[in-house]
């Protein structure tokens, strides 16, 4: 039976969802946290939706049995679109967060009326999708541009510890780089003059670890959109509608307190190479190796 010291679980095909996981850390300061990184078996989007949904319900499984979660964050936009509606029902009693790309934000922001959607072809050609766009028609123009080939190189990138590359920098050395050129080439020119485009979703967890390379190729007024920070807040609401907010006064009911400090109540697990998750949660989060460990998840 989850009670409010029991922890949060978060997952994503690999390491995109730290990005996600760093916005709940920032807005639930007290919560515990279990990531799992499912990067033997990333990437997700280009797998097809029955293998999709495959890992999403093992590793939901994994995390109710093995870490008693209170809560799951689908912190990846390809599950969410492949599987969101089959773990509710096998967990209706679950508060559950799914992702899907800020279409409706990026509404809200642009003033060109040309909104760019950047992410996976699982994510982009699901029905799921394909009924969020049919509801907006006629709204904005969509530039919809899927990016084969650009969550699994972000992983790599991350495992061979790559710099970051200068800002402002336009030499694309990098895998990550010369994808990203060839996707915003495709898309069409960038700004804030009528007929360009001048907000970009990033439809997938990983993208935003490669904001700087996008940033160097959009300019300076362009808009990003990305999901971390609602999603906390709407987390936020769900456990405290289910009242499984953590609260410090729990601790003198003979509750455990978490521990203020991230790296006390944060555990990082991968059914991938442990070394590619600390580098991640090093770099990106400034969390110690000492969080992450390897784990199966069949
Ligand atoms: N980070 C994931 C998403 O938000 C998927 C990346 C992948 O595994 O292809 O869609």
Redesign the pocket.
């Known amino acids: 039976m989850p009670q409010a010291s029991t922890p949060i679980g978060v997952f ?3 390491v ?2 730290l990005s996600v996981l760093r916005a709940l850390l920032a807005a639930m300061p007290h919560e515990r946290f279990v990531y799992l990184a499912d990067s033997a078996h ?5 797998r097809g939706d029955a293998y999709v949904a495959a890992r999403t319900h093992a590793i939901s499984r994994y995390l109710c049995e093995q870490h008693h979660i209170k809560a799951l964050v689908v912190a ?3 599950a969410t679109a492949a599987a969101i509606h089959e773990v509710r029902s096998s967990y209706p009693e679950l508060p559950l967060v799914g ?1 899907e790309p800020a279409i409706k934000p990026a509404l809200a922001a642009t003033q060109t009326g040309r909104v760019g959607v950047i ?2 072809r ?2 982009l050609t699901s029905a799921k999708f394909g009924k969020l766009m049919a509801s907006l028609a006629g709204q904005a123009e969509f530039v919809v541009q899927p990016c084969d080939g650009l ?2 190189a972000i992983e790599r990138s991350v495992a061979q510890a790559l710099p970051a590359p200068a800002p402002g920098s336009t030499a694309y050395t990098t895998e990550t780089g010369a994808l990203c050129a060839r996707y915003v080439q495709a898309m069409g020119p960038f700004g804030t003059e009528p007929g360009q485009i001048d907000t970009l979703v990033l439809g ?3 993208y935003i670890f490669v904001a700087h390379e996008l940033r160097a190729l959009v300019g300076p007024e362009v808009q990003f959109i990305e999901t971390g920070e609602p999603v906390a807040r709407q987390t936020q609401r769900l456990l405290e509608a289910a009242d499984l907010l953590y609260r410090p006064a729990d601790a003198a009911a003979g509750e455990p307190c978490p521990h203020p400090d991230a790296a006390r109540r944060v555990q990082l697990l991968t059914t991938g190479p442990v070394a590619m998750l600390e580098a991640a949660a090093q770099r990106w989060l400034d969390l110690p190796a000492s969080c992450c460990r390897s784990v199966q998840v069949s």
């Open positions: 994503d095909s690999g995109g969802g990333a990437p997700y989007g280009e990846c936009n390809t992702l992410g996976t699982g994510t969550a699994h997938c967890t990983h």
